[in-house]
């Protein structure tokens, strides 16, 4: 089976920053693509970031530069580095297996989800 | 980036009854549309994808239908658990995109 368990999130201040993890389990982590998708409190969702079952990563245009996506597929764990938060980083972010190694953007598996909050 | 709209965004409905939600592209997605079924507090599922693969353990009562830019899903008989938000989401283009939703209530 499966599971995607995501943490690390929190309260954190405007500008500041915060790294989530994914832990996975039931399937070979190392040989797919990962991503980070958020959703803002009431809101749709938003894809985040992917990286590539061998460590490339793309991002969308609103966390480019900020967020940083990495993997250890020795410990079958997958990271967000988030840097310069802002408000609208506000959002429950969560884990989703993509279909192949290389980005298919197909969302079989997700995690539960994170909440992050960003407020002073 | 490609918009997806979903209509409606919200529809009254019963248990038993069939109903088809609706999700429109800017430009053509070709078939690579998915679709999510998301319950309060909980994280979004797979149901379909490319327009009409039904996803691991989906039940036969949901099926996708369309090409290019319009896209349906029925779901065939409304079961009291199907009452929920459901997505859509294309990865044609990059990046990939989600409708804003459609609320199933009772």
């Known amino acids: 089976e499966v599971q995607l368990v995501e943490s690390g999130g929190g309260l954190v201040q405007p500008g500041g920053s915060l790294r989530l993890s994914c832990a996975a389990s039931?399937?070979?982590?190392?040989?797919?693509?990962m991503n980070w998708v958020r959703q803002a409190p009431g809101k749709g969702l938003e894809w985040v970031s992917v990286?590539?079952?061998?460590?490339?990563?793309f991002y969308a245009d609103s966390v480019k530069g900020r967020f940083t996506v990495s993997r250890d597929n020795s410990k079958n764990t997958l990271f967000l580095e988030m840097n310069s938060l802002g408000a609208e980083d506000t959002a429950v972010y969560y884990c989703?297996?993509?279909?192949?190694?290389?980005?298919?953007?197909?969302?079989?598996?997700w995690g539960q989800g994170i909440l992050v909050t960003v407020s002073s | 980036e490609i918009v997806l709209t979903q209509s409606p965004a919200t529809l009254s409905l019963s248990p038993g009854e069939r109903v088809t939600l609706s999700c429109r592209a800017s430009?053509?997605?070709?078939?690579?549309l998915a679709w999510f079924q998301q319950k309060p507090g909980q994280a979004p599922r797979l149901l379909i994808y490319?327009?009409?693969n039904r996803a691991t353990g989906i039940p036969a009562r949901f099926s996708g239908s369309g090409s290019g830019a319009d896209f349906t899903l029925t779901i065939s008989s409304l079961e009291p658990e199907d009452f929920a938000v459901y997505y859509c989401q294309q990865r044609s283009t990059w990046p990939p995109t989600f409708g804003q939703g459609t609320k199933l209530e009772i």
């Open positions: 989703a297996k993509d279909g192949g190694a290389w980005p298919k953007y197909h969302f079989d598996y």
């Open positions: 490319e327009t009409s």
């Open positions: 430009q053509s997605v070709i078939s690579s």
């Open positions: 039931g399937f070979t982590f190392s040989s797919y693509a």
């Open positions: 990286v590539t079952s061998d460590g490339s990563s």
